[in-house]
């Protein structure tokens, strides 16, 4: 018999074929597949195989979920965990691992397409720019789970970098004041991405300070992407990457450029 083992796959932001081909393979094989209902397409679920066992996690505890996969490995099931996006941000897989790892279950992961990936993917943006930040800065605002306190949002501010916030749609307001206070200018572009690569997705643009109100009025709340920074302008001239003045490992500058 194989090793009793658990899966935990990235289902990516939406978009079923999002997916990577061995996230799928896993899907056509498994025997159990534990899924975040309310986060992962169900179309995802038709590339399991007739036998396969779908179940929504969503009302099930973590004590209750543990003993599903458990139970299923020790009977030398196949089982998958997916999980949306890409398990390694916000997935609280790690509670998760120890547990499964206390009762003698191995674990593997497949990555999967993060939804800032694919935020940025829509937007058309590069999140480093050249010549610019160098630097993306992937968190939250606090909310019920508390953030430690090096982290809050006015000092993530003051690095200038790229932000990207998960979770923190909800309070729009207090994320651009927090942002405001550590230095970010009010001028600063902005996009909000509800649910990216999904049929009803919806992009805004606009600047910090006006943010909020172009939320509300969209009557975003959840399920979205706070993206903050330079890197949302429209670029211009060309990037310095391609200069001839500017050396790579590929090419070497022109001579007179150096
Ligand atoms: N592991 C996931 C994140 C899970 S936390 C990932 O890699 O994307 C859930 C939060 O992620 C949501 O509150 C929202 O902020 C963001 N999110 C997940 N999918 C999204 C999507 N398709 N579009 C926009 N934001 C998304």
Redesign the pocket.
Known sequence: MTERSVVFV?AG??DPRLITVRGKEMLERADLVLYAGS?VSPALLDWCGDGCRRVDSASLDLDTQIDLMVEAAEAGQRVVRL?????S???AIAEQIALLRRRGVAVSVVP?V???Q??AARLSIEYTIPGGTQTVICSRRKGRTPVPDGESLDRLAAHGSTLVL????GQAQAVVDDLLAGGRDGATPAAC??????PDERIIRTSLADLPRAMEEAAIE????LIVGECLLPPEGRSRLYDGAFSHGFRPARPGHE
């Open positions: 990235g932001p939406g986060l999980h949306t996006g890409d398990p941000l916000y997935g999967g993060s939804s800032f694919a935020a998960f979770l923190s749609s991405v509800y649910r990216a690569t999904w959840n399920h979205a992407l």
